[in-house]
């Protein structure tokens, strides 16, 4: 799967327990250029769509990522339903997801082999791909000051036989907090990501500063990979000011043997929430006793 610094703006493509869970229709875009310097680096592209159905205690949203690497071209697309729990009837609530979905890989054919790799069937003279069945599942839990949750992507490990590759099992944990300082124009939010396929794993731990409810700066650390400086701005729109736009852009420092390669990696991320209000009728009616 692919890895984002801007996690804490898309906990939905990972954990289909979120759909819906903050009473907001919500649109993310994520763009991230990895390992600049490098031919064939990762390039990665999300877009998450999700939204309440409260009169069923539902949400339901859909995750599409591109991601190019070298000769390969994944995509992969995900329709979310989740379940609402308000434990005890307090202020939280509880996301129990599930995801559909499908995973495409594609290889190309602009290869440079040499013996005796160039007699390899696994390098398709002609490029070749595949698709295959994926599904997902997760719990989360939020309130207007904490969110955790636990899931696991890729559950069936489709085999795509045409391009030899086999899809791994992912299992991830994410949680944060909105820490409201003295000042109540300050306000900082740690967060953090654990991310493993069983053979690997990696921690993502970041903590932005909020000033007046709209500007971040923050910073992002990710073992064995990475030093990240985070940006962002965020601003009130509508007539009645129940929509939140938020821009944000982080650069990866890399700090593994690949910094002696890599500039570092770019990423730019685009959000929408808003809340659909139901305006109020007002109800006007006549009476004998009052002219």
């Known amino acids: 799967d692919p890895q984002y610094t801007q996690y804490m703006f898309d906990r939905l493509s990972v954990n289909s327990g979120v759909a819906g869970t903050s009473g907001n229709i919500c649109a993310t875009v994520l763009l991230r250029q990895q390992w600049s310097g490098f031919d064939g680096a990762p390039k990665t592209g999300l877009i998450n769509v999700h939204g309440p159905i409260s009169k069923i205690n539902s949400g339901v949203g859909m995750s599409i990522y591109f991601d190019k690497l070298g000769q390969e ?26 995801y559909g979905g499908l995973t495409s890989r594609a290889l190309g054919n602009d290869w440079i082999a040499v013996d005796p790799v160039s007699d390899d069937t696994a390098i398709p003279d002609n490029g070749t791909s595949a698709s295959g069945f994926d599904l997902g599942a997760g719990i989360y839990y939020t309130t207007p000051k904490l969110w955790v949750g636990i899931s696991s992507t890729q559950l069936p490990e489709t085999e795509l036989v045409e ?20 000042n109540p124009k300050f306000m900082v939010q740690p967060s953090l990501l654990l991310k493993s396929d069983a053979t690997s794993t990696q921690i993502d731990l970041s903590a932005l500063f909020m000033y007046d409810k709209m500007i971040w700066l923050g910073v992002g650390y990710r073992t064995e990979d990475a030093i990240s400086p985070i940006i962002g701005y965020q601003m ?38 808003f809340k659909i209000v139901k305006p109020k009728v007002i109800e006007i009616y006549g009476h004998p006793r009052f002219l």
């Not at 994944?74 to 729990?85: F, G, K, S, W």
């Open 163 to 182: 391009v030899s590759i086999k899809n791994r099992r992912h299992y991830y944990a994410q949680a944060g907090y909105d820490w409201q300082l003295k």
């Open 236 to 273: 009130q729109m509508g007539k009645t000011k129940n929509g939140m736009l938020r821009i944000g852009y982080s650069y990866d420092v890399t700090t593994s043997e690949l910094k002696n390669y890599s500039s570092g990696s770019h990423e730019i991320m685009l959000n929408y929430c």
């Open 73 to 98: 071209n994944t995509t992969v697309a995900r329709l979310h339903y989740a379940y609402h729990i308000k434990p005890g009837g307090g202020v939280g609530t509880l996301g129990i997801g599930i």
